[in-house]
């Protein structure tokens, strides 16, 4: 298996933009999740989705910010307009659900660093 | 959001040395994870544990989850160059099973 896929590995953009990353989950995977990760502030859920549908979004920082799924083999989070303090590198993970309930294992993709100057 | 307390916050040791690490929380956990992170790579599994009391080994690595539910540790024996990197507990809170709350990581460094 390729594992989690994002894409773009780095990008960098103006104050403003739109700035839009990708995420392929593992094949199977029914969970799919969008973490925010920075110096200050650590490891960060953002969203998460079951089946495609949004579970919870309250980690969203503002209405700047979106994610959708709109099949199980893809999502995307968005930021328009983009700030610098979003400055950060987002990891896509999936998971499906163990055995055991509430055991959700999750596996990270490479993540996409994101700088806006 | 809640966060796991994960101590130390870095390690410098040498190789060879063993290394211990661990993570707590006011509240009651179902599941105790432990990743790895290596510079500009996602976080890797390294142990999963599922029951309060559990030991669980993973080559050189050791994981318990603690039997209070609040707490994990993690050793690491006989460190290598390899280890080098962001270790980080997770876990599952009671009550939400489908979203993992990180610690704020170990920064380990080992020297030859």
């Known amino acids: 298996d390729a594992g989690v896929i994002q894409s773009p590995r780095h990008e960098v953009t103006e104050m403003g933009q739109e700035v839009t990353l990708r995420c392929k989950p593992i094949?199977?995977?029914?969970?799919l999740f969008w973490y925010r990760q920075t110096m200050m502030r650590g490891l960060e859920l953002l969203i998460y989705f079951n089946n495609n549908v949004p579970i919870d979004d309250s980690g969203m920082p503002e209405d700047r910010f979106s994610a959708k799924m709109p099949n199980a083999s893809f999502s995307t989070l968005k930021i328009q307009p983009s700030e610098p303090r979003d400055s950060a590198v987002y990891f896509c993970?999936?998971?499906?659900?163990?055995?055991?309930?509430?055991?959700?294992?999750?596996?990270f993709g490479a993540g996409s660093r994101l700088t806006v100057l | 959001g809640q966060q796991l307390n994960q101590s130390p916050q870095s390690m410098f040791i040498q190789e060879g040395e063993d290394v211990s690490m661990n993570c707590t929380s006011s509240s009651i956990f179902n599941t105790w994870l432990w990743y790895k992170q290596d510079p500009g790579e996602g976080p890797v599994l390294l142990i999963a544990?599922?029951?309060?009391?559990e030991l669980t080994s993973n080559g050189r690595l050791t994981a318990q989850f603690g039997i209070t539910r609040k707490d994990s540790f993690l050793n690491i024996s006989a460190s290598i160059p390899s280890d080098v990197g962001i270790y980080f507990c997770a876990g599952h809170p009671t009550g939400t099973a489908s979203k993992l709350t990180f610690g704020t990581g170990t920064r380990l460094q080992v020297t030859l």
């Open positions: 544990l599922y029951k309060a009391g």
């Open positions: 993970a999936s998971s499906f659900e163990q055995g055991v309930p509430g055991a959700n294992v999750l596996t």
């Open positions: 094949s199977g995977h029914d969970y």
